[in-house]
């Protein structure tokens, strides 16, 4: 069964400045997708970014990015200028396409202070 | 694109009584629904996938006759908590994955439903 740990319960970021959220996982498999989800006070589950297991250049949306390591089998997030809107417990997410279910991380509440 | 609505999003019952949540994906077909339920400041714990037509897959410990879920169109699906009482008070997020925008790899989610069972 495939696993996802975030390490970082919470984490907090002054606005303007740059933060990375990390994302470890576990699986046997070589096609796969990873995504980070963002969910803020609303409870709106928001998607951030996706980036296919076979795709070697790592996702990019905006101020967000990854950088995906596969051999490592970690998928860090980074928000680059921090905006008070970026508040939000944010997930990581594995899909085995072969499963059809997406497993989840235990999320990073991340906080950004004026 | 790549909406999903539940409605609705709050709902007080009483204890004994069933209620009714509904997902709509709104501007893609749905082949896969996954219902989640959500406790404050966790993770989603999936309870069940369901593709249109068939019988629902459910988790290991979740039960089937109390969750009642029923994917009868590629846009709707609906989950029925029968009997409900205060435990199952919780936050519940209906999920839809299929040919959209971000292909059928993606799942896209709904805003959640609040269920008070007094």
């Known amino acids: 069964a495939q696993t996802v740990t975030q390490s970082q319960p919470e984490m907090s970021v002054q606005e303007a400045e740059t933060v990375t959220l990390s994302c470890t996982y576990d699986?046997?498999?070589?096609?796969?997708?990873l995504f980070w989800y963002k969910q803020p006070p609303s409870r709106q589950m928001i998607l951030v970014i996706r980036?296919?297991?076979?795709?070697?250049q790592n996702a990019t949306e905006n101020r967000f990015s990854v950088n995906f390591q596969k051999a490592a089998k970690s998928f860090s997030l980074k928000i680059s200028d921090s905006q008070l809107g970026d508040t939000a417990m944010y997930f990581c997410?594995?899909?085995?396409?072969?499963?059809?279910?997406?497993?989840f991380g235990d999320g990073t509440t991340l906080t950004v202070k004026p | 694109g790549a909406v999903v609505s539940q409605h609705p999003s709050r709902v007080i019952c009483k204890s004994g009584t069933s209620v009714k949540i509904e997902c709509r994906s709104l501007?893609?077909?749905?082949?896969?629904m996954f219902w989640y339920r959500q406790f404050p400041k966790k993770s989603l714990m999936l309870m069940a996938t369901?593709?249109?037509?068939?019988?629902?897959?459910?988790e290991q410990g979740v039960e089937k006759d109390k969750f009642l879920i029923n994917h009868a169109s590629l846009t709707l699906s609906t989950l029925t908590v029968t009997s409900a009482h205060p435990e199952d008070s919780s936050f519940y997020i209906c999920?839809?994955?299929?040919?959209?925008?971000?292909?059928?790899?993606?799942?896209?989610f709904g805003p959640g439903t609040r269920l008070t069972v007094l």
């Open positions: 980036q296919e297991a076979y795709k070697q």
């Open positions: 999920s839809a994955r299929g040919l959209s925008g971000g292909g059928s790899d993606t799942q896209y």
């Open positions: 699986t046997s498999e070589s096609n796969y997708y």
């Open positions: 997410a594995f899909l085995n396409t072969n499963a059809g279910k997406s497993t």
């Open positions: 369901s593709n249109e037509g068939s019988k629902a897959t459910y």
């Open positions: 501007d893609f077909q749905a082949t896969t």
